[in-house]
């Protein structure tokens, strides 16, 4: 990446985690533009990421960069799009747009066409390069296009391709919006630690070090979720007991409906996202 050149349209918590995580991999600074209109979140980026070209103008970025990373609301993709697609034709550099519910092919158009475009969606542990991204590449990318743009990811975390670009919006409702789900059941553990009489600080660390202890033997342990919660769940014992409750409210189902519901909302912000 010696001078391959990255810019970002906007510069909110997604592109400050990545300009950080490539700054952290040994990318030079030199080689990394923001483009963000806040003055006072300029101010804050300028300070935080020495080195970096930090502009209010959109266009400066995008005169320079090799890889273009829109990282801007989905509701001003559109129009920030639009403002963009002379610089961007005139340069041709790789797209790669990080919101969610834009679709590649509006993206193109509002460009101006015939572009590389390579849709990722990231979610929130991306913020302490632990993330993990759905990646879509469009026909027009090449192979070479879509390893760089694994790479630029990689910097917040783990990236996995999809052949299909509707396979997104299960990405979407899997791992984008998946911490949430585990928050909730963060949080109802902790509750419960503190109902059954734990004070706050010790039901906090509990629930915290098995959620990530828990999180990091199922990466390693090679079996499937089925059998780790076997190795829990003693019949007659306290696991098998909390599980039979489960099972009585059908807790599975309602989990499935709730992931479902997710992937519903995400494929009908991607189909108005170019009206």
């Given at each position: 990446?010696?001078?391959?050149?990255?810019?970002?349209?906007?510069?909110?918590?997604?592109?400050?985690?990545?300009?950080?995580?490539?700054?952290?991999?040994?990318?030079?600074?030199?080689?990394?533009?923001?483009?963000?209109?806040?003055?006072?979140?300029?101010?804050?980026?300028?300070?935080?990421?020495?080195?970096?070209?930090?502009?209010?103008?959109?266009?400066?970025?995008?005169?320079?960069?090799?890889?273009?990373?829109?990282?801007?609301?989905?509701?001003?993709?559109?129009?920030?799009?639009?403002?963009?697609?002379?610089?961007?034709?005139?340069?041709?550099?790789?797209?790669?747009?990080?919101?969610?519910?834009?679709?590649?092919?509006?993206?193109?158009?509002?460009?101006?066409?015939?572009?590389?475009?390579?849709?990722?969606?990231?979610?929130?542990?991306?913020?302490?390069?632990?993330?993990?991204?759905?990646?879509?590449?469009?026909?027009?990318?090449?192979?070479?296009?879509?390893?760089?743009?694994?790479e630029i990811m990689s910097a917040v975390g783990s990236v996995v391709h999809v052949a299909d670009e509707g396979h997104i919006d299960a990405v979407t409702a899997i791992s984008g919006t998946g911490?949430?789900?585990?928050?909730?059941?963060?949080?109802?553990?902790?509750?419960?630690?503190?109902?059954?009489?734990?004070?706050?600080?010790?039901?906090?660390?509990?629930?915290?070090?098995?959620?990530?202890?828990?999180?990091?033997?199922?990466?390693?342990?090679?079996?499937?979720?089925?059998?780790?919660?076997?190795?829990?769940?003693?019949?007659?014992?306290?696991?098998?007991?909390?599980?039979?409750?489960?099972?009585?409210?059908?807790?599975?189902?309602?989990?499935?409906?709730?992931?479902?519901?997710?992937?519903?909302?995400?494929?009908?912000?991607?189909?108005?996202?170019?009206?």
């Amino acid at each position: 990446m010696s001078d391959y050149k990255v810019g970002f349209i906007g510069g909110g918590n997604m592109a400050r985690a990545l300009v950080g995580g490539l700054l952290s991999s040994g990318y030079r600074s030199e080689n990394l533009m923001l483009a963000e209109p806040s003055a006072e979140r300029r101010s804050v980026l300028s300070t935080d990421l020495p080195g970096v070209l930090v502009s209010e103008d959109n266009n400066t970025v995008a005169d320079r960069a090799d890889c273009l990373v829109l990282a801007v609301k989905p509701q001003l993709m559109r129009e920030v799009c639009l403002d963009l697609a002379a610089s961007v034709q005139a340069g041709r550099p790789l797209v790669i747009s990080v919101a969610a519910g834009t679709h590649s092919r509006d993206i193109d158009a509002w460009l101006g066409g015939g572009l590389a475009v390579v849709r990722v969606m990231p979610n929130q542990p991306a913020l302490l390069l632990k993330g993990a991204s759905g990646l879509f590449a469009n026909d027009v990318t090449t192979t070479g296009e879509r390893d760089r743009a694994t790479e630029i990811m990689s910097a917040v975390g783990s990236v996995v391709h999809v052949a299909d670009e509707g396979h997104i919006d299960a990405v979407t409702a899997i791992s984008g919006t998946g911490p949430a789900y585990f928050y909730l059941l963060i949080d109802m553990l902790i509750q419960s630690a503190e109902n059954f009489g734990l004070d706050s600080q010790a039901a906090h660390k509990l629930v915290m070090d098995t959620a990530q202890g828990s999180a990091s033997l199922a990466a390693v342990s090679g079996e499937s979720m089925e059998a780790m919660i076997a190795h829990v769940r003693s019949p007659g014992g306290t696991t098998a007991a909390a599980f039979e409750v489960f099972d009585d409210k059908n807790v599975r189902d309602i989990f499935a409906a709730a992931f479902a519901a997710a992937r519903q909302r995400a494929v009908k912000l991607a189909e108005n996202s170019g009206q």
